[in-house]
């Protein structure tokens, strides 16, 4: 046994290895876009399975050995998975395999990865390269990112990278892979990749093909014959996965087939292998199925059906037309066009054909047409919305919206088997029928499976509906010509002509009689009419005749006719009578000995027999029922009993159906109540609401008469600020005099002396005078004036001097404490202004009350203080009764008329 190694990858990428044959023209092209100063990336496309991974990996692999254009450090990243990652989370991927790549330390991005990334870590990176050398970013499976359904970072990395394409274009490039066209991407996409070229990675030349398939004779002896060659070729037509696969199993399959050392591969060994490389690459062109849009999926079903040859425009309409497709619309016109750019058609002969033939056969293998018809209704994405909406409103009983939903989806695809056959279901449902007619007879003449059993129901209702005879026979015989054993229709069609057949009769017209019986199907009534006509003819011997038909008693009916040719020769054509008993007898061996095989289970012998009664009589007992139960194997009795039990749950359908339309009736009945009543409370809410926007008006304009009061008490606050200053200073003045007048008050005491004994005289002191004088006496002890009156024997001069002394200081200091009280006094009034401002301005009632009592209360403390400090002064005692009097029930006035 051979210990060669198969030598062919199939399904891995192949750019690190041998196997990576071809696409010169694609790395051309990405050098030639790093070459050129104003340009730094390149995107790369094409169908799945095609080979774009691999380029990547090739780029990989040899990007560091180019010089001719620059030097490149190229770093490989997969986007397959990253679709519902964030932004940061990507970045952060994508700084570790950059720093993994070029053996950096791990990058540490912080809280903040986007902009750490942008402008801090990939800046010093590429700052850090050596002179003429770029950093090359290969981003495989781009258009992961641009999905619908793609979610996370697929919003913010577009715009995101677009600053990154333009922040270092010496330095930094890019390849993009994806598996579309770039035309075929979001807006989003699109406005990143308007302004960047792009490469089609297309399927392999001839020449290249060739090289991948002879790769097995660089490694072993093993040679492949033209003719195998070619075959390949005209499988693959140059697509590298295809033919890695055909290569592979036709490798295995040579060295498997018993010889020790196999010298060539031929045609005959590719052939033998093809159905085994469809089976393996199930997944591969399930992948590649899944990426067509629905209409590429109906054409190409179409197309492949057709076989390997090419198909014209108008050929590929009539495949539609007869596959169900009732009207072209734009999307199947523009299908083959579609597939072409994709490579997977190419013009021939003005038409169309499979390029990969493997691709077309797996197609017509496993997508054939019919089973495909299910994506002519997801073909215009807006009509299966709206027939989405219309089948949830369905459910919901809403049927008018539901069959105006119905309506614009068959308007934008007409195609739309689903939406015809709701459609239908609802006209039906509300009884009209003919509108349920039209849409099903259109749906049958292209779906008639889909169609057959709701369009014989609109029939039905129609002949039920119908006021003559005529009108319903002709609405049953579109039923018959549907379904030939429609039993409801053949029930109604045979009671008509029976009908009929029975007034003819009535009337003597036995010709009429027969057409109409024989149009009822009534074979017995037919034969007995036919029986009666000969009756007429007087011939009482053919009514015997007629009898012992009827008991089949054929023996003696050939008995009979033999008596009957020779005594009534004229009666009939014995002759032929007489063929037509032998043949009954016939039949009835026949049809026994078919019943006999069909019990005995023998099915084939039971139709021979029962085929060769009914080519002789079509009616002949029950064959045509034997002969259905031989072919089918079932009873279709049973079936008539199931289709009658069906028509019975219709029936109880529909009464449910109507019920449940009164009910809904009478809620939009109670809906309609519900709203009056809610309209009549909206009309009071917008009285109420005038009502207090006419409050609302007075209450503004008392704000603005409190405004312009308020503007008014900061005046006065204002004023009495100006008059506590002006205090504050008179009681500096005073303080000033006061020293001056105890300054003076030393430097008089001469004066006083000689002034005491003129004012001796006039001196009256009480006795509590006195008092006090020897009292204060004693406190000027210390006195200079007191001790040189005691060495000179003055003591009645000492003592004036001491009372005047007192009355001085008394009045000084009476003087003093007024300028304070004053003092006080202001300073409590401008604090109660203020503080009765800010209440106002706070337009609270409650905090003007209490601060108001507040200041009354702490003006009264602080007389009790004032009072308390002046005990022995009669003048401020007087005035601060006083204030208590007035000075209180004015403040307590202007506090109401704030509050006011």
Known sequence: MSLYLNPYIAGNPVGNSNAFIGRADVVRDVLHIFARPEENAIVLYGQRRIGKTSVLQFLQKNL?????????????????????????????????????????????????????????????????????????????????????????????????????????????????????????????????????????????????????????????????????????????????????????????????????????????????????????SKNAFEWLWDGLPPAERVVSAALAQAGGHAVTETELDKLLHESGVRIVIRELQDAPKLLQDWDLLEPVDGGYRFKVELLRR??????????????????????ENLFQAAHGMYRNSQLEQAENLLNQALGLNPNHVKANKLLADLLLANGNYTDAKNVLANLYEFQPYEARSRLVQAYLGLASAAQDDEEKLSYLDEILKIDANQPEAKKIYKAIWTKRGEGYLADGLSTEALAAFTNAGLNKKVAELKQALYEA???????????????????????????????????????????????????????????????????????????????????????????????????????NESLQKLDEENKLLKTELANRVNLFENETRELFEKNDALAKKLADTVGLAKKAEDRLKVANAELIEKSAKLKSFDKENDKLGNKFMESFNRNEELSLENQTLKNTLANTEDIFLRQVMGLKNLLKVSEVEKDYINSSFDAYKNNRLIELAEEENRKDEAEYIIDLLTQKNTKLQLIVDSKKWSFSGLFLVFIFMNMNMSALIADKEEIRFFASLFLLLLVFIFHLFIAKSLKNSVIVRLMFFINIVIMLPILFGVSVAIIK
């Open 64 to 280: 560091r050995q180019e010089t001719t254009t620059g030097h490149y450090l190229p770093i490989y990243f997969d986007l397959q998975d990253k679709a519902t990652s964030t932004l940061g989370n990507v970045l952060k991927e994508l700084a570790n395999t950059i720093a993994y790549e070029l053996d950096l330390t791990t990058p540490q991005l912080g809280d903040n990865p986007e902009h750490s990334f942008q402008h801090q870590w990939l800046p010093q990176q590429l700052a850090n390269l050596a002179k003429g050398t770029a950093l090359v970013l290969l981003f495989d499976e781009f258009d992961v990112l641009a999905a619908e359904s793609a979610k996370g970072a697929s919003a913010d990395f577009f715009p995101y990278l677009r600053q990154l394409l333009a922040s270092d274009r010496q330095r930094l490039n890019f390849v993009f892979v994806i598996g579309r066209n770039v035309d075929d991407l979001n807006t989003i996409a699109l406005s990143l990749f308007k302004s960047v070229p792009a490469r089609r990675i297309s399927l392999l030349n001839k020449t290249d093909t060739f090289d991948l398939i002879r790769l097995s004779e660089k490694t072993s002896p093993l040679r492949w014959s033209t003719a195998a060659l070619e075959r390949i070729w005209q499988l693959t037509n140059g697509h590298a996965f295809f033919t890695q696969q055909l290569c592979s199993f036709a490798w295995e399959e040579t060295y498997n087939d018993g010889k020790t050392n196999p010298e060539e591969i031929t045609a005959n060994s590719i052939d033998k292998v093809i159905e085994d490389v469809l089976s393996a």
């Open 362 to 383: 797996w197609i017509e293998a496993n997508k054939p047409l019919r089973r495909v018809q299910d994506e002519l209704d997801r073909i215009e994405p807006v009509a």
């Open 537 to 639: 003819e007087g011939k009482q011997q053919l009514q015997v005749l007629e009898t012992l038909k009827q008991e089949k008693n054929y023996t003696d009916a050939l008995a009979l006719i033999s008596q009957l040719e020779t005594s009534h020769p004229t009666l009939f054509d014995w002759q032929q009578e007489q063929r037509v008993i032998e043949q009954l007898l016939g039949l009835t061996t026949n049809y026994r000995l078919a019943i006999d095989a069909l019990t005995l289970g023998n099915n084939k012998q039971a139709q021979e027999l029962l085929l060769a009664v009914m080519g002789v009589d079509p009616e002949f007992e029950e064959a045509a029922y034997y002969l259905y139960l031989a072919v089918t194997g079932n009873d279709y009795c049973l079936l």
